[in-house]
């Protein structure tokens, strides 16, 4: 692939206060269209052919006034949160939501509705499940997980919500079909994206500080340009040298594995790389994810991300900081006798997740996770995993 002629460089301080000021990601491209227009043509905002160089597209930790896990804990387990709190990171401590269940829809709901966030309230909200494969669960996301996560979006508020991915094992609309996507939509009522059917211009190059992409790559623009994103992943390891596959893996599916009219294939070029997984800790600097839902009640201890080992962790998770998710996967992976690259070092010397904590995508540290239940049971498990994160 031949070499951008123009690298856009915007600092993340800059970067903060324009985004703060217009409102997130698709502010950014409205922004970087004004600035740009000598370079970049009017239809076309950023061309596959352009870079966009990035310091880290996160929200800084700032002192919030979300609600005490006191005030948090739901009353029922329909309760949903109201549209007044849209943070889960305060004085730089994530909060996970940390629910024991054997039901997906239940464990979604209740996970949610711990968190005491609302981010998607009047907000077009792209939701990003795992569509890797058609296999079921935790191969690939569950129709309950999705089913449920988009009802109670919808009761939050949410305007109009658009499902899309990028199957990395399969023909992406066969696999959406498979897994009956496409029936839930007229169902429920939400739009369906399928990005291997994406135009050139529907790409947007993105290049982070210190990559290890030779020359950036090609992020979903809808993903860039939705007012929230919301991700649910799965639970389990990845023999194909991720090691692991959760929320920071998951964001791959959002990267094209060729652009129209281009033969570089980026997946070939991640998964032969010796940096593979700082590659793919550095693809989640392109966005700031809204909400993060995790469905743990099956996982992969080996193998994956199709087909493996499995344990029954019976644990859903939620949040919106990336780092605490897979670091508290990897701790379920552990208890449940993971025996592979996962199982080795401490948790935050996992690639994944030190090169996360580089580009400052979340926590820094295991003890800067509190975990939020709403039952004894949750409780006390959630202290054994807590025992396996400190370890």
């Known amino acids: 692939m031949a070499k951008p002629e123009s690298n856009l460089s915007l600092s993340r301080r800059a970067f903060l206060r324009i985004t703060t000021a217009l409102g997130g990601a698709a502010a950014l491209i409205s922004f970087l269209e004004g600035c740009s227009k000598a370079e970049i043509a009017q239809e076309t905002l950023i061309s596959p052919t352009d870079t966009l160089e990035i310091s880290t597209l996160t929200q800084e930790v700032l002192p919030t006034t979300s609600p005490t896990q006191e005030e948090i804990q739901p009353t029922e387990a329909t309760a949903v949160p109201s549209a007044t709190s849209t943070e889960s990171v305060e004085n730089g401590v994530a909060r996970l939501a940390f629910v024991k269940t054997t039901d997906r829809a239940e464990g979604v709901r209740r996970a949610i509705g711990l968190l005491g966030i609302n981010p998607v309230a009047g907000k077009h909200v792209f939701l990003k499940p795992n569509f890797n494969s058609s296999d079921p669960a935790p191969g690939s996301t569950h129709p309950e997980v999705l089913v449920a996560l988009v009802k109670v979006l919808k009761e939050m508020g949410a305007k109009e919500i658009t499902v ?142 199709d087909k493996g080992e499995r344990a029954s962790p019976e644990v859903v998770l939620a949040g919106t900081d990336r780092i605490a998710i897979d670091a508290v996967g990897i701790a379920l992976l552990r208890y449940f006798g993971c025996k592979s690259e996962v199982a080795r070092g401490k948790i935050f010397q996992q690639e994944q997740i030190a090169r996360a904590v580089d580009l400052g995508l979340g926590v820094d540290h295991p003890e800067k996770i509190e975990f939020l239940t709403a039952d004894t049971d949750s409780a006390a498990y959630s202290e054994k995993i807590k025992e396996v994160l400190l370890a």
């Not at 609309?173 to 739009?191: N, Q």
């Not at 294939?265 to 995790?294: G, K, T």
């Open 164 to 305: 899309g991915d990028r199957s990395g094992m399969g023909d992406t609309r066969r696999v959406m079909d498979r897994i009956g996507v496409f029936g839930l939509a007229d169902e429920l009522g939400f739009e369906t994206i399928v990005f291997d059917e994406l135009q050139a211009e529907d790409w947007v190059m993105i290049q982070p500080p210190g990559s290890h992409w030779e020359n950036g790559f090609p992020f979903a623009r809808p993903c860039l340009e939705a007012e929230a994103l919301v991700q649910t992943c799965c639970l389990k390891t990845h023999r194909f040298g991720g090691h692991f596959t959760m929320s920071l893996k998951n964001s791959v599916g959002m990267v094209a594995k060729k652009l129209p009219r281009d033969d570089h294939d980026f997946m070939q070029e991640l998964h032969f790389s010796s940096n593979q997984r700082r590659m793919i800790a550095e693809i989640n600097a392109a966005y700031a994810p809204a909400l993060i839902v995790l469905d743990g009640i099956e996982a992969f201890i080996s193998g994956g991300p």
